[in-house]
């Protein structure tokens, strides 16, 4: 759960960071620096400030310098190229073998008008053995501007890349019934690979006009397929849920 804890770590704090860059700065004759979004704004007569401990500041326009409000960043605008990168943790309970292993992908979409895109995914995870994972990745950006909610779907083959799963064995196969052995017996079978599925929710955070900060969370659904030889054949289920960081580059 390290990973996890230093993943959330850093999501928060590039967010809070953004939000600082792009609250309103009102700079008053006396010296005096606030930051905040402003309420009301009356040229001539007053402003109201709220500030991010959510205090209410009002001020007589002759007591005001200036004020300084960042444009909301919009990224990606309209339909475009973009890449993100991913890294995360599947996170199972705790009878898992491996309760959370680590996930990292690389993402190249096409962003329409319409707020869809899609994209290709490549990456790399650790289970029991090392998966190369190809998927193809759908999204839709519910906004614009700001914080931008956005739904995902992936959906794709993992490839193995070496290594053996040991498998406590404790049937084995006679005129298609199985038969328990008289003792359990430890068999080295191979990974094969499987399919997985991943949908998602998350939210992207502009950090400036060509990159933004992305979380999600959903539930990763994948079969993995073990053998050896042709006589022996396991299939293994993971569902696990799936906490995911991102860097999207516009």
Do not use: H
Not at 61 to 80: F, L
């Amino acid at each position: 759960m390290r990973i996890l804890t230093f993943i959330l770590t850093i999501f928060f704090s590039l967010t809070l960071s953004a939000q600082k860059r792009n609250r309103d700065v009102v700079y008053l004759k006396n010296g005096s620096i606030l930051r905040g979004t402003i309420v009301l704004l009356e040229p001539g007569r007053l402003i109201k400030l709220k500030t991010a401990d959510n205090n209410i500041w009002v001020f007589d326009q002759d007591k005001i310098d200036s004020i300084v409000r960042p444009e909301k960043i919009r990224i990606p605008q309209g339909k475009g190229y973009f890449n993100l990168t991913e890294m995360g943790v599947l996170v199972g309970n705790s009878t898992n073998y491996k309760n959370a292993p680590f996930t990292l992908m690389n993402i190249s979409s096409w962003k329409f008008e319409n707020g869809f895109s899609t994209g290709i995914g490549v990456g790399v995870e650790f289970f029991n053995e090392t998966y190369l994972p190809v998927v193809a990745d759908f999204r839709y950006f519910i906004r614009k501007a700001g914080a931008i909610p956005f739904v995902s779907l992936q959906g794709g083959y993992s490839i193995p890349l070496g290594g053996t799963y040991t498998q406590l064995n404790l049937y084995y196969l006679s005129s298609s019934i199985y038969r328990p052995t008289p003792q359990p017996t430890n068999i080295d079978v191979s990974a094969r690979g499987g399919w997985l599925v991943n949908p998602a929710i998350g939210i992207q955070t502009p950090l400036n006009e060509n990159l933004a900060l992305t979380f999600s969370a959903g539930y990763r659904m994948m079969r993995q397929r073990y053998g050896k030889n042709d006589t022996y054949k396991l299939d293994v289920d993971y569902n696990r849920l799936s906490l995911k960081v991102g860097l999207l580059f516009k």
